[in-house]
DNA sequence: ATCCAAAAAGAATAATTTTCTGTAAAAATA
DNA sequence: TATTTTTACAGAAAATTATTCTTTTTGGAT
């Protein structure tokens, strides 16, 4: 459980390029294919690897739009914030929702083609949820830094 | 650069799993290798594919908080702008960091082991930077969706 | 019907991952 | 202190996967 050192070598490599050989690895770590390999398996069946995914691009999809919507409920009860929780996971234009502190109950991350897709998101998808009770869309103007890469 | 049907097939399954061999990739979608092979390629080289990363698992690295800072700049000129846009970008902490439109300019997020790690990034690292005049917190109580799939 | 180009299949080769065997150092036990 | 056990690593063989090359098929255009 404990990580040290070249278990924190392998993290960051591998954080930013999945694709690496064990032989890559390896030679950056001067260490030999056996102990790369048992310790990224093993780093995987703690969970501390969980999951190997690709990254596209955005705008190349056609999503050329980004926003972050503040949502309030209706109630602050179980029963609500699990209605939306349930209704936000079969959203895949969210990609991001949280829980949160404030003057509003979710922070949510969408991002979706245009102005007109986010009008009717926000319009036939969003607002007419029984639990939601105010939308506050923040639009993003322009993307500074946007990482998976987690601090080690 | 146009997407068809296969190429979109391929993606929504390279999204899901980086690690899914040309062979686990061709039986799901009906291909011999080949074709698989060429537009993977293909894919790679036009950008669609921007990268592949591994997914870490925030709690086991330590990371136990995530907030966002709702960030209000001193001026809004240009010099202004790219002066804390570079510092941003040399903070590992900051995963995301969007220039926005409303009542502040930008949009962070942070993830970061707990409450004395947030202390003390907001106050001698992000309030110290010239540019910044206004830091609003907003806590993350509990994460509901996070994820790198987009739409497609 | 014929030609052409693009896409796909199949086979051979190269590279990578996985498994197995062995060794040395460190930790635990007698 | 000696002995056993465990852990980490190295090297090699086997299995799997990626890559490259050649051939075949398919769908338009003439």
Known sequence: MALDEID??????LQENAHYTLKDIANKINLSLTPVHDRVKRLEK????????SILNKKKLGNNLTVY???TLTKQTYDTSEGFNQSILNMPEVVECNYVSGNFDYML???IPDMESYHHFHQKKLSVLPEVSLINTVFVISEVKSTTVLPI
Chains 1, 2 share one sequence.
């Open 8 to 13: 924190k070598k392998i993290l960051r490599l």
């Open 46 to 53: 703690e969970g501390v690897i969980e999951k190997y995914v």
């Open 69 to 71: 919507c503040q949502v």
């Open 109 to 111: 991350k969408i991002i």
